[in-house]
């Protein structure tokens, strides 16, 4: 079965990759996202093995475009999608979880 992807309307919705204060190893881990942020080409070899989005917009040019139109960072599908207000989120938070429990409990 084929499936195509529509963008038009989607929400954009970044995964973030974080080290916590006081981690074992954080040292190694902060030097992994340092690499992961700097090496555009080996993050496009990621994506083409995960099919995920990639944090720097140089790796898309490492991309066979096959594999880079069907990304959410890629331009053409950025431009289609909605970013979420992450800081009226964050101000909100507690209402939202509050109405969030409420729907669940119907």
Known sequence: MKLKVV??????EP?????LKGAP????ASKLLEFIASHPKS????AEIVHDSVPNPLALTYLP??????LADNPVNLKQLATPNFLWYAN???ELNTA????LRG
């Not at 190893?25 to 190694?28: P, R």
């Not at 475009?65 to 069907?70: A, K, L, R, T, V």
């Not at 969030?100 to 729907?103: A, D, G, S, V």
């Open 92 to 94: 909100h938070s507690d």
């Open 43 to 46: 993050e496009a070899t990621w």
């Open 7 to 12: 963008w038009l309307g989607g929400a954009y």
């Open 15 to 19: 995964s973030y990759w974080a080290v």
């Open 65 to 70: 475009s096959s594999i880079g139109s069907q």
């Open 100 to 103: 969030y429990e409420n729907f």
């Open 25 to 28: 190893n954080s040292g190694d």
